[in-house]
């Protein structure tokens, strides 16, 4: 059974940092392009990052130079490194896997920013 699940979510002040874990099993992650999304009560789930399978990112105009998404196929892994956070950036946020032929979502990890 596929599953990927979200680790490093918490609570931190603003300006804090924070890193967010994916950890993959039963699929293989390196055929995958990898993104990381986030929901706010009341709010629909909005993409926030995404690394295709050659490693090319692209970012929300909100998280540009703040936020750095990476992949560790080796590790079946990938990262969401979250610096500067601001009070905005408070979600759960999910890891999700696509490719042409299926698609897959984490749990979700809380994230809390208090200024």
């Known amino acids: 059974q596929v599953q990927l699940v979200e680790s490093g979510g918490g609570l931190v002040q603003a300006g804090g940092s924070l890193r967010l874990s994916c950890a993959a099993s039963?699929?293989?992650?390196?055929?995958?392009?990898m993104g990381w999304y986030r929901q706010a009560p009341g709010k629909p789930r909005d993409r926030v990052a995404t690394?295709?399978?050659?490693?090319?990112?692209n970012y929300v105009d909100s998280v540009k130079g703040r936020f750095t998404i990476s992949r560790d196929n080796a590790n079946n892994r990938v990262y969401l490194q979250m610096n500067s956070l601001n009070v905005e950036d408070t979600a759960v946020y999910y890891c999700n896997a696509y490719n042409p032929y299926a698609t897959y979502w984490g749990q979700g990890t809380q994230v809390t920013v208090y200024s």
């Open positions: 039963a699929i293989t992650l390196s055929t995958y392009n």
């Open positions: 690394i295709s399978t050659i490693g090319s990112t």
